[in-house]
């Protein structure tokens, strides 16, 4: 019922830049938070940023000062990724976590995952 779209991986040089954008749809109350997570390879799924239904927002260590997460009135998430490093090659999944109600517990949604690779 609920689906995320992503787009905006690709391939670029490092000290380059990327926004990723996550479109979520379906029946959806209220989102609780939304967010990006990445794996590279060899490596498990980690956090990179995440805000709230607040606007409140959350960056891991490797990405700050570099990285904004921003989202819209309504279902879509962005994530600007600048000066890119060759250690941010990874797929970049987005993550939902929402309401089907507006007191029901919270779901949780993944995206199909977005390829980011940065060369040298």
């Known amino acids: 019922q609920v689906q995320l779209v992503e787009s905006g991986g690709g391939s670029v040089q490092a000290g380059g830049s990327l926004e990723l954008s996550c479109t979520a749809s379906?029946?959806?109350?209220?989102?609780?938070?939304m967010g990006w997570y990445r794996r590279a390879p060899g490596k498990s799924r980690e956090m990179v940023a995440t805000i709230d239904r607040g606007g409140r927002t959350q960056y891991a260590d490797f990405v700050k000062g570099r990285c904004t997460i921003s989202r819209d009135a309504g279902y879509t998430v962005n994530l600007r990724l600048n000066n890119l490093k060759t250690g941010n090659t990874a797929t970049y999944y987005c993550?939902?976590?929402?309401?089907?109600?507006?007191?029901?517990?919270?779901?949780?949604?993944w995206g199909p995952g977005t390829r980011v690779t940065v060369s040298s």
């Open positions: 993550h939902l976590g929402y309401k089907i109600t507006r007191h029901s517990p919270r779901w949780r949604e």
């Open positions: 379906g029946s959806i109350s209220s989102i609780v938070v």
